[in-house]
């Protein structure tokens, strides 16, 4: 019987992938963080190791170096769950030796045992039905797509009953963040909300809520850039920690809904009149999939904005022949725009003035030079809120 | 569209990055640098061929900007100052060129205040800083060439 050990430190993310795993025939340890993985291996001599990347006391990417410096698990098979956003941390993880890096956002139980299968093989037929609370799976079943999709909807269920306690934590961390008066209180803030969002992610990642998985997890790269980087903690970023847990209430509200758990394709305007801040732009749009048109002369973006819809807006503000609130202004008779999300990018001194935004018609803004995550956050809670929730 | 989970392999020539002291090591008085290759790296997923494709580009626009700066300080024109000191400004914070974007902020400050009382001299330190930017980035990304776009300057 194959042998797989899990390193994952949310404990309901290991039992359910465990179970999984066990149920279709591996044999199967876990242990919550990198130090205890890394014992387990040498004693368990597992064929593959899963591992999350953000752990406590010893990171994902030690854990990676420490397994590959021995002799006996250097060639062994290591698939990483990550955060997408957290390109960075990727690039690490492959340099270190992983062997696959898989996107928590998007991989329900099944599709770890697919990559288990590919990997490694084994996984015979089921001897036993899943459970989605993490307790040992005893009863013979036949394995079903049926009892997949019943495994699957079961997990939601939970995932969802535990909603209302999670907002309530998320907003009481937000909080406290937003008190803080010292540097010392505002990264312990951040970083035990960046440590719920981690968790947020995974859940719905395995519970199949693709979309509150995707802003979960690109809330967790910011956090994580900002308690890196604390001195990008400002009235902007802060503004958009807060939006973001606000519109994850929304998305937690609606996860009963039939919602299509997939980024639905946008297309979204860049006018911006200097070619670096724009392809700035579309990088932190690509991170989250989300696809652009950007041009340089207001005039031009004005006569695109006249022909075709678009689901969001980003317009620098100085631009030459026409300031971005002007466009705004002129956008907002177009009969296709009147109600388009507009976010202008402005300077971080202007950032606090925000009556010319208004008075243009302006939905949001972002200081520059902006954090290329904070941008992808702000895009995508503005395009999925479009999607759900149009504009009456 | 269901999204496959498997991040595809991106390897690519790995980037160098700047050293960062340890956690734990005594805070030196280390003079900021020139440059904050963590933006550079951010923007390019650490692409060593991207880095220098972007450098390349800001190497020539800014070297075009430079020259208009000094002939808008010299002409006097405030509003061509302004305007000019922005858009580089815009491009050098983006980018991470943290000390080079506060001496353009102050030339458009006072391109805005019709009053170029000393922007020639914060032109001249803007001008010194980015030889500074070119020369570390040189040293960064390629020990043994001389500095990209150095020809132009």
């Not at chain 1, 956002?105 to 045992?113: A, H, V």
């Not at chain 1, 036949?142 to 009953?161: C, H, N, P, R, Y």
């Not at chain 1, 001194?349 to 010319?356: A, E, I, L, V, Y």
């Not at chain 2, 006097?76 to 001496?103: E, I, Q, W, Y």
Request: with cysteine; glycine share 4%; net charge neutral.
């Amino acid at each position: 019987m194959k042998k797989v050990l899990i390193i994952e430190d949310d404990q309901i993310v290991a039992n359910v992938y465990r179970n999984k795993l066990a149920v279709e025939g591996y044999q199967t340890e876990a242990a919550l963080d990198g130090e205890t993985g890394l014992k387990v291996m040498r004693t368990f001599q597992p064929d593959a190791i899963v591992l999350d990347l953000i752990l406590p006391k010893m990171s994902g990417i030690e854990v990676i170096k420490e397994i590959r410096s021995e002799a006996d698990f250097s060639k062994l098979p290591i698939i990483v769950f990550s955060n997408t956003y957290l390109t960075n941390l990727i690039q690490d993880a492959w340099k270190a030796g992983a062997t696959k890096c898989v996107s928590k956002i998007n991989c329900p139980p099944k599709e770890l045992l697919e990559l288990m299968r590919r990997t490694i093989g084994g996984g015979a037929v089921s001897p036993a039905r899943p459970t989605t609370d993490g307790a040992p799976a005893t009863k013979p079943a036949k394995f079903t797509s049926e009892a997949d999709a019943e495994f699957q909807a079961g997990l939601q269920k939970t995932l969802i009953a535990s909603l209302p306690a999670t907002l309530v934590a998320l907003r009481a961390g937000l909080q406290s963040l937003i008190k803080s008066d010292t540097e010392v209180a505002r990264l312990k803030h951040i970083h035990e909300l960046y440590r719920r969002v981690h968790a947020v992610n995974g859940n719905a990642g395995i519970a199949g809520l693709v979309l509150i998985a995707h802003l979960a997890a690109a809330l967790e790269a910011l956090l994580k850039e900002l308690y890196e980087k604390p001195k990008n903690i400002n009235s902007s970023t802060l503004r958009t920690i807060a939006a973001t847990v606000d519109f994850l209430g929304f998305l937690f509200e609606r996860s009963t809904r039939p919602d299509k758990q997939e980024i639905p394709p946008v297309s979204i305007l860049v006018v911006d009149d200097e070619v670096i801040s724009r392809r700035a732009i579309i990088y932190a749009l690509e991170k989250a999939q989300l696809e652009s048109v950007s041009v340089e002369d207001p005039n031009a973006a004005f006569k695109l904005l006249s022909e075709n819809q678009f689901d969001l807006v980003f317009l620098d503000v100085d631009m030459p022949g026409m300031t971005g609130y002007e466009l705004c202004t002129k956008l907002r008779n177009l009969p296709l725009h009147k109600k388009t999300p507009v976010v202008f990018i402005t300077g971080l001194s202007d950032f606090d003035n925000r009556t010319s935004s208004m008075m243009a018609g302006g939905n949001d803004f972002i200081a520059k030079p902006f954090l290329f995550i904070e941008l992808t956050v702000k895009a995508l809670i503005h395009v999925l809120r479009g999607k759900l929730q149009p504009a009456k | 569209m269901k999204k496959d989970p498997i991040i595809k392999d991106k390897m690519t020539p790995a980037a160098p990055t700047a050293p960062s002291p340890k956690a734990d090591a005594p805070a030196p008085a280390v003079e900021e640098l020139p440059v904050e290759m963590d933006r550079l790296n951010d923007l390019t997923d650490g692409n060593a061929d991207s880095i220098r494709e972007l450098i390349d580009l800001f190497f020539k626009q800014t070297t075009q900007q430079l020259a208009q700066l000094e002939a808008a300080v010299r002409a006097n024109k405030a509003d061509d100052v302004r305007r000019v000191a922005h858009s580089c400004a815009g491009a050098s914070a983006t980018l991470g060129m943290t000390r080079f974007v506060p001496l353009l902020r102050e030339l458009e400050k006072q391109g805005a205040s019709g009053a170029l009382t000393t922007a020639a001299q914060v032109y001249e330190d803007a001008a010194r800083e980015f030889k500074l930017i070119q020369n570390f980035l040189a040293a960064q990304l390629n020990p043994a060439a001389p500095p990209p776009g150095a020809a132009h300057s």
